[in-house]
């Protein structure tokens, strides 16, 4: 079965619940199935099963929730406010902090972030989709896909060098010399 | 690299590189910067680093069997 691992990755992250995540996979290949004669011979399937999946996704959270959470949108507000914005503020991670984690930390950090910007984590770092294959899956301009990027991955270093002084990591660059890490 | 504005314009150039969005110049120019500025490469490398630590520690969970003999018997 073409790509359903990588679906079921995509599904799981979307939703964190495993058992929804098959149900979507499963409602995926159904649809794609039904609507096989709307694809393009010759163009990426991998990227059309995955727009499926994502607006199936969209469809039945938008049924669910009468309306997102306050967080949310204020969280999406200020970020199209600030979309045509140039670059991504520099965000320095130390190599060490990645050796006090066993990797759960990095699923949980991701579904912690808000929908817009797991997405295209998901769909660039994990999938490994180009920006015109994103722009088209989540039907945004190619500079909204970029500057989301840009912008989710400074959040997710932001949560995992959180997680990472949570366990004892503590980063002293700038306030003493040495700036070696320390057990509690 | 001590300026500010430079160390976020070059931060931008890793992520571009990365994400294979710089052309062939701009991809020569980064990798020179590299190669002659410790900070540069430190930074390179840090964002490598995290990339593939993303990349290669999230949960990739399996189908289970029964969904896809689902999907089998309806689509096959």
Same mark, same amino acid.
């Given at each position: 079965?073409?790509?359903?691992?990588?679906?079921?990755?995509?599904?799981?992250?979307?939703?964190?619940?495993?058992?929804?995540?098959?149900?979507?996979?499963?409602?995926?290949?159904?649809?794609?199935?039904?609507?096989?004669?709307?694809?393009?011979?010759?163009? +990426?399937?991998?990227?059309?099963?995955?727009?499926?999946?994502?607006?199936?996704?969209? +469809?039945?959270?938008?049924?669910?929730?009468?309306?997102?959470?306050?967080?949310?949108?204020?969280?999406?507000?200020?970020?199209?406010?600030?979309?045509?914005?140039?670059?991504?503020?520099?965000?320095?991670?130390?190599?060490?902090?990645?050796?006090?984690?066993?990797?759960?930390?990095?699923?949980?950090?991701?579904?912690?972030?808000?929908?817009?910007?797991?997405?295209?984590?998901?769909?660039?770092?994990?999938?490994?989709?180009?920006?015109?294959?994103?722009?088209?899956?989540?039907?945004?301009?190619?500079?909204?896909? $970029?500057?989301?990027?840009?912008?989710?991955?400074?959040?997710?270093?932001?949560?995992?060098?959180?997680?990472?002084?949570? $366990?004892?990591?503590?980063?002293?660059?700038? &306030? &003493? &010399?040495?700036?070696?890490?320390?057990?509690? | 690299?001590?300026?500010?504005?430079?160390?976020?314009?070059?931060?931008?150039?890793?992520?571009?590189?990365?994400?294979?969005?710089?052309?062939?110049?701009?991809?020569?120019?980064?990798?020179?910067?590299?190669?002659?500025?410790?900070?540069?490469?430190?930074?390179?490398?840090?964002?490598?680093?995290?990339?593939?630590?993303?990349?290669?520690?999230?949960?990739?969970?399996?189908?289970?069997?029964?969904?896809?003999?689902?999907?089998?018997?309806?689509?096959?």
């Amino acid at each position: 079965m073409p790509h359903i691992d990588a679906l079921k990755t995509f599904a799981f992250h979307l939703s964190y619940n495993e058992s929804y995540a098959d149900d979507l996979v499963q409602e995926t290949y159904m649809k794609a199935y039904r609507f096989i004669d709307k694809y393009d011979a010759g163009t +990426n399937a991998k990227a059309w099963l995955f727009k499926i999946l994502k607006n199936a996704y969209i +469809n039945d959270y938008r049924k669910k929730s009468k309306r997102p959470t306050q967080v949310d949108y204020e969280e999406i507000v200020t970020y199209h406010n600030s979309e045509s914005a140039a670059g991504p503020a520099y965000m320095d991670l130390r190599q060490e902090l990645f050796d006090n984690m066993m990797g759960d930390e990095v699923t949980i950090a991701i579904n912690s972030l808000p929908i817009d910007f797991r997405t295209v984590i998901l769909l660039c770092d994990i999938e490994g989709f180009t920006y015109e294959e994103i722009s088209k899956i989540v039907d945004v301009p190619i500079g909204t896909v $970029r500057s989301r990027l840009f912008r989710a991955r400074n959040m997710l270093k932001e949560k995992l060098k959180s997680y990472a002084q949570k $366990r004892g990591y503590h980063d002293y660059r700038g &306030k &003493k &010399k040495g700036g070696q890490k320390e057990e509690e | 690299m001590e300026n500010k504005s430079l160390l976020n314009y070059f931060s931008t150039q890793v992520h571009l590189y990365l994400d294979n969005r710089l052309n062939a110049d701009s991809e020569e120019n980064l990798l020179k910067a590299c190669d002659q500025d410790n900070e540069c490469n430190k930074l390179f490398q840090q964002e490598k680093t995290f990339r593939d630590f993303v990349k290669n520690n999230v949960k990739r969970p399996c189908v289970s069997t029964d969904v896809l003999k689902h999907i089998k018997d309806k689509c096959c």
